[in-house]
């Protein structure tokens, strides 16, 4: 069961919108796993406090800039939740030119808590990451995609023992058909 209080205010002109949100959020016997019980246990109460912004540029016909922040706090008498980081947040920006359409996202994750048989409880290392994409509208029924993601070949460590440390390029090709 949970119960949240949010109070949030909207702005916003032609060009610009920004968000605002503050939250409480209280869950009662919340499923979890406990690492050194090694057994999924209910949390008795776990509150999570946190904010986020949000904003949206259109900067010019072309072009528009997005941006987040999200900082939350969990509490718990109990062991700390796992996988959640206290602040998260993204820049992206999108482009369009002509038949091409491009985005990049620059994310950055806190550092989080984690766990393994092998290693217990564990820290995992704050990270950013760059992921970057274009759509090449070759046709009206034809795309060309390319991805890639984690750019910078930044070493990403989302689960204990599990490093992402290159690039990953993913091309594709969509074809619509007539119906």
């Known amino acids: 069961q949970s119960e949240t209080a949010e109070l949030g205010f909207e702005y916003g002109t032609d060009d610009v919108t920004v968000r605002f949100n503050a939250y409480s959020t209280t869950f009662t016997d919340l499923i979890d796993f406990d690492p050194e019980l090694f057994t999924n246990v209910n949390r008795t109460e776990v509150e999570f406090l946190g904010f986020s ?4 540029w259109q900067i010019n016909d072309t072009v528009l800039l997005r ?3 999200n900082r939350q706090d969990n ?4 062991v700390p939740l796992r996988r959640r980081p206290d602040w998260f947040g993204d820049v992206q920006v999108f482009a369009s030119l002509g038949n091409i359409e491009v985005s990049a996202l620059l994310g950055y994750r806190g550092s989080t808590l984690d766990s393994s048989i092998a290693t217990g409880l564990k820290a ?3 990270q950013w990451r760059l992921n970057v994409n274009a759509d090449w509208q070759i046709t009206s029924s034809t795309v060309l995609n390319l991805s890639i993601d984690n750019a910078l070949a930044s070493s990403l460590e989302e689960s204990i023992g599990f490093i992402n440390d290159r690039p990953q390029v993913v091309i594709g090709l969509q074809y619509l058909f007539d119906s």
């Open 53 to 56: 912004a949000h904003t949206d």
């Open 75 to 78: 509490r718990t008498d109990e």
């Open 124 to 126: 995992l290392d704050a």
């Open 67 to 69: 941006g987040s922040i």
